[in-house]
């Protein structure tokens, strides 16, 4: 069965300072790839998503992502954190199955940002 | 533009009783509606998805039933709550059938089972 793994549950990096967040999927072939931002007690907000072509995508608030097949990767970067990126971070896949859009979410990953 | 509406925001209820939570969309027409739930600590696990009026698919096994009774109304319902579903619902929607359409979550719902 097809399933998303973000290894790290809690990351804390300071103001400034560079992130990233993982992400690995398990899928025979290539997905399709987002991430989702949600500040507490929220809903889910798309930061980017990976369809085809370039494995660098550009995201909103100055994030980016890599797909790398090899790795079954999806990680989230961001060069320069703020204190507002402060959040909870959704990797998901859809998986490409022709069926309707089912995404199917990693557990989390919870950000503090250190002044 | 599109928008997407839920309520109640946060609703506290005892067990056994009865559960209605409401989500609408405006701005767009026939969207895929989806009810998501969230427990403490976990990511989140679609629960229903709906592609048309009276049409719903159920990914889980639960105390919990969905209906779609407009276009844009998707309604997430119980007979009798149980301690269990207790957490965070979301709801969801996209324009299209294809898979590649990203979706657009309410600010959810953040039940509480006595």
């Known amino acids: 069965a097809q399933s998303v793994t973000q290894p790290d549950i809690h990351i804390t990096v300071s103001e400034g300072a560079s992130l990233e967040l993982r992400c690995n999927y398990s899928y025979g072939a290539t997905p399709y790839l987002f991430w989702y931002v949600q500040s507490p007690g929220q809903g889910l907000q798309l930061l980017l998503k990976y369809f085809s072509g370039d494995t660098l995508v550009q995201g909103i608030k100055g994030f980016e992502a890599e797909f790398k097949r090899s790795q079954s990767s999806f990680n989230l970067r961001k060069p320069s954190v703020h204190w507002s990126d402060a959040a909870e971070y959704f990797c998901?896949?859809?998986?490409?199955?022709?069926?309707?859009?089912?995404?199917?979410f990693g557990a989390g990953t919870r950000l503090a940002v250190h002044p | 533009s599109q928008t997407i509406h839920q309520w109640p925001a946060t609703l506290v209820q005892p067990v056994g009783s009865p559960l209605s939570l409401e989500c609408t969309v405006e701005?767009?027409?026939?969207?895929?509606l989806y009810w998501y739930r969230q427990a403490a600590g976990r990511g989140l696990q679609l629960l229903f998805y709906?592609?048309?009026?009276?049409?719903i698919s159920s990914e889980v096994p639960q105390n919990l039933s969905a209906s779609r009774p407009q276009d844009r109304q998707f309604i997430l319902s119980s007979k009798k709550l149980l301690l269990s579903d207790s957490g965070f619902y979301l709801c969801a929607w996209s324009g299209s059938i294809q898979v590649n359409q990203p979706q657009h979550f309410g600010d959810g719902t953040r039940l509480s089972i006595l």
């Open positions: 709906s592609v048309g009026i009276g049409q």
């Open positions: 701005g767009t027409s026939n969207p895929n």
């Open positions: 998901a896949v859809v998986p490409f199955s022709g069926g309707y859009n089912k995404l199917i």
